[in-house]
């Protein structure tokens, strides 16, 4: 069980993210039984959270969402966010980038 995070920014580009379940309820004995079926049927399995939505850059910045590539591009773009009120300033970095900055590579 994720959240889903998607939609059309003001610039027109789409964004999708799945987020981490902070605290998993313990399952019922019929989910178990489902996701065994599921799987017997060939059933995509479950994506993984993205681990960098929603998280906070060590210079303040905050991971806000997962911009998907617009045609010609390689990979996602994560859209990125400081400030307070109505002053933002926005940037958007790979995802490399925002792990290098986390220490993460």
């Not at 997962?66 to 591009?73: F, K, N, T």
């Not at 996602?76 to 925002?98: D, N, P, T």
């Amino acid at each position: 069980m994720q959240t889903e995070v998607f939609g059309t920014l003001a610039t027109g580009a789409r964004h999708r993210a799945l987020l981490p379940v902070l605290r998993r309820p313990s399952p019922a004995p019929w989910r178990s039984l489902l996701q065994c079926l599921a799987a017997a049927a060939g059933a995509r399995r479950e994506e993984e959270p993205d681990p960098l939505v929603g998280r906070r850059l060590p210079d303040g910045r905050w991971v806000k969402a997962r911009v998907l590539p617009a045609e010609g591009q390689a990979e996602a773009r994560y859209l990125c966010c400081s400030g307070s009120g109505r002053r933002v300033e926005h940037s958007y970095l790979g995802a490399g980038e925002c792990r290098r900055l986390m220490g993460e590579v």
